[in-house]
């Protein structure tokens, strides 16, 4: 089944420590997406892509980074600059004409400890 | 004033009640409505999309009012499992993609 994953599922970092949040997807979808989600709070769009090789930020990419390398894989940089990291961070993806919405990966949730 | 803006809640409703919620929207040209559902701790997921003409998909029914900047959904006879948060979505006028997510408003079903 066509789907996205994200991985770990729980991650916890050091302060001063960067870490990798995975996402892939087999979906053969053009356009990926992270945000970022705090408790009682709505999404917000920290990086987007939408084709290979080229991506964008969004409205809270300080701290963070990206790659595109491969259209099915699109990870999260969390960098020792993002001070405040705890959160549930979503990945999502789209087609082309975006009809249809997102499809969400299942999440990583990032403590900080 | 926020993007997309939406009653937090919670609505505390009993079981077999209809309940409506309503969002609104700053950006007149935004082009595409969705209905996003969220169970706790769970990645969002798409209810339905939301059409100009209105739609309806079983208990669920989505409206649009572009004249006055506003959807909305109506959930007919509720049941337990229709306890979640209920995020209204906008695709503003961009060729980006993005998605614009309100707050979520939370809905709880009782017995």
């Known amino acids: 089944d066509g789907g996205i994953t994200q991985s770990p599922k729980y991650l916890f970092r050091k302060e001063g420590q960067n870490v990798t949040l995975s996402c892939e997807q087999n979906?053969?979808?053009?356009?990926m997406y992270w945000y970022r989600q705090d408790p009682g709070q709505g999404l917000r769009l920290i990086y987007y892509s939408q084709i290979v090789n080229d991506f964008q930020k969004g409205d809270i990419a300080e701290g963070y980074s990206v790659s595109r390398e491969k259209k099915e894989s699109f990870p999260l940089t969390v960098t020792s600059a993002q001070k405040n990291p705890t959160a549930f961070y979503l990945c999502?993806?789209?087609?082309?004409?975006?009809?249809?919405?997102?499809?969400f990966g299942s999440g990583t949730r990032l403590t900080v400890v | 004033r926020k993007e997309v803006e939406q009653d937090p809640g919670p609505f505390n409703v009993p079981e077999g009640a209809t309940v409506a919620f309503n969002c609104t929207y700053s950006?007149?040209?935004?082009?595409?409505f969705f209905w996003y559902r969220q169970d706790c701790r769970k990645e969002p997921k798409l209810l339905m999309s939301v059409y100009s003409s209105g739609n309806e998909d079983g208990r669920f029914t989505a409206q649009l009012n572009r004249a006055s900047q506003y959807i909305s959904l109506l959930i007919r006879d509720s049941k337990l499992s229709d306890s979640a948060t209920y995020l209204c979505v906008v695709m503003p006028p961009s060729n980006t993609g993005k998605l614009i997510f309100g707050q979520g408003t939370t809905l709880q079903v009782k017995p």
């Open positions: 999502a993806s789209t087609t082309r004409d975006r009809v249809f919405g997102y499809t």
């Open positions: 979906l053969n979808h053009d356009a």
């Open positions: 950006n007149s040209a935004s082009q595409s």
